[in-house]
């Protein structure tokens, strides 16, 4: 081997360990997150939507009692 391979196996070399660091520090960083502040937030986020949804339906469905009808040849 000449010295250009052998730099360029060091090279990569390094580069693969800073990637390795790099999947380390994110795992760690992952490991640190609250799954419960999360799991609490996606509850409170769906019973908001559930009620936004359930004012929305009150606000705009029409009861069947309140509907006219028309005959169908009147405009």
């Known amino acids: 081997m000449n010295n250009w391979q ?3 196996l060091a090279e990569y070399d ?4 800073l990637q ?6 994110l795992e760690k960083l992952a490991g640190k997150s609250h ?3 999360f799991a609490r ?3 409170n986020f769906g019973g908001w ?3 936004i949804g359930k004012q929305l339906r009150e606000r ?7 509907r ?7 405009p």
Do not use: D, F, K, W
């Not at 390094?14 to 360990?17: A, E, L, S, V």
């Not at 705009?60 to 309140?66: K, L, N, R």
């Open 68 to 74: 006219i009808t028309r005959p169908r040849g009147t």
């Open 49 to 51: 939507m559930l009620l």
């Open 41 to 43: 937030i996606m509850v």
């Open 14 to 17: 390094r580069q693969r360990i």
């Open 35 to 37: 799954p419960r502040l």
């Open 6 to 8: 052998n730099e360029l």
């Open 60 to 66: 705009y469905e029409t009861p069947a009692v309140s």
């Open 20 to 25: 390795e660091v790099e999947q380390i520090r």
